[in-house]
């Protein structure tokens, strides 16, 4: 019969055990099994000074989206190059698509560079959306044995946390923001800063109670509009968190979704150059026009609308309606300037752009940038995710924490069954 452990070791085998227990973190995973992609969120913590263009070369995407995702007004000189402070939070828009069963993004490459380690790449390059283990997995042919010698140059993929869940939550338009938890962070925290409900994150993210620790991923769901674009449209299946900009077209449309509303708003771009024609035929309306006459019955309204990028040509659509009263004039996200100091507090949880304004303004007066002119129904409570609680979408210091905690276990058990011998 084996050895029972000695009564004054039990208490420190079970703490142990249970500090294991509690070290990873948790990351909500949506299971999938079809090809489609769709547009969601990562937020991201700059772990350093970077220009604009640096931190969308990071996450592979257009500078541009980056800035008019973060409500940034792109009509500053040189904006592109602009040199945002460390510690800045950004919305990083990425396409989500499925890959081996599971929601990721797949289109985020990363050249190694000197002292660059699995460990810094993961926890500070990336701030936590991924694992050194996720790193591996995701690059087999790459020389990672050892994790802390990596060659200079090394083309990496770099699989980042998303989710879709239909780019709805409760049957409403919604894009979902993949968040790395801080250690001063509460879910009740998190629901306020971006408008949604302890219950709603909880039923999300398949929380059993609302503890959430430092490195947990969760998905954030953040309102928006949608567009209802053709399937053959380049751009199908388009959605603009509220607050935001998006920008389509090969650059010459942007769309906007304004605080409060769910109704997309497309316009000419301000970067438009070389366009195809916007106007709609048979009328002297260009996309983003609206008339209205009033009469006694109520408004007759005339719009010319952009309905997606089909074959490179931009598809513009005129309608006539009538309704009861006429419409007020276009409510546009407030835009800010590229920031170039930290907003608030450092100590304040979290900061991160509001949904309602983006980055904070620093330009009150502008409104909007100059211009030339799914697959089935979420459960009825809301979309409900898997949530792996030994997800190698963890922070560095949890997995270290783990490691070490699995030494100092097995050590002691050795020890006290050798005494006990």
């Known amino acids: 019969m084996p050895a029972l452990l000695p009564t004054g070791a039990l208490p420190l085998v079970l703490f142990l055990g249970a500090f294991l227990a509690r070290a990873a973190a948790k990351s909500t995973i949506e299971p999938c099994s079809n090809a489609d992609t769709c547009s969601a969120l990562v937020g991201y913590t700059l772990y350093t000074d970077l220009k604009v263009s640096e931190v969308a070369s990071l996450f592979s995407i257009d500078p541009i989206s980056l800035l008019l995702t973060n409500a940034v007004d792109i009509s500053y000189p040189d904006v592109e190059n602009h040199i ?74 770099i699989p980042l946390p998303c ?112 366009c195809s024609s916007m106007q709609c035929r048979n009328s002297n309306l260009m996309i983003g026009n609206v008339t209205t006459q009033q009469f006694g019955g109520g408004c007759n309204v005339t719009s010319c609308s952009y309905s997606g990028f089909v074959n490179g040509s931009i598809a513009p659509t005129l309608s006539t309606f009538l309704q009861p009263r006429c419409p007020g004039s276009q409510q546009f996200p407030q835009l800010g300037a590229p920031p170039t100091v930290l907003p608030g507090s450092l100590f304040s949880p979290a900061p991160a752009p509001s949904e309602m304004g983006g980055l904070p303004s620093t330009n009150p007066g502008s409104v909007v940038p100059s211009s030339g002119a799914v697959f089935g129904l979420p459960p009825a409570g809301g979309p409900t995710g898997m949530n792996s609680g030994i997800s190698g979408a963890s922070s560095l210091t949890n997995h270290k924490t783990c490691f070490t905690a699995m030494l100092v276990l097995a050590f002691v058990v050795k020890f006290v069954l050798s005494t006990s011998l």
């Open 163 to 274: 989710t879709c869940f239909n780019n709805s939550d409760n049957n409403l338009p919604a894009v979902y923001l993949s968040y790395v938890v801080k250690d001063v962070d509460t879910l009740s925290g998190i629901a306020a800063r971006y408008v949604t409900t302890v219950s709603d994150l909880m039923n999300v993210n398949s929380l059993g109670s609302a503890e959430i620790k430092d490195g947990d991923i969760l998905a954030i769901p953040l309102s928006a509009c949608a567009s209802n674009f053709p399937s053959y449209a380049k751009d199908y299946g388009l959605v603009v968190p509220n607050g935001s900009y998006a920008i389509t077209a090969s650059h010459c449309v942007q769309c906007s979704c304004g605080p409060g509303s769910r109704n997309l708003y497309c316009m000419p771009a301000s970067l438009a150059v070389s």
């Open 84 to 157: 945002l402070p460390s510690q800045l939070f950004l919305k990083i828009p990425i396409p989500c698509s499925c890959v081996d069963g599971i929601r990721k993004s797949g289109s985020v490459s990363y050249k190694t560079r000197p002292s660059d380690t699995l460990a810094s790449i993961s926890a500070a390059v990336y701030g936590g959306l991924v694992s050194t283990d996720q790193i591996k997995d995701a690059n087999p042919k790459a020389e990672l044995s050892d994790p802390a010698v990596i060659s200079v140059g090394t083309q990496l993929s």
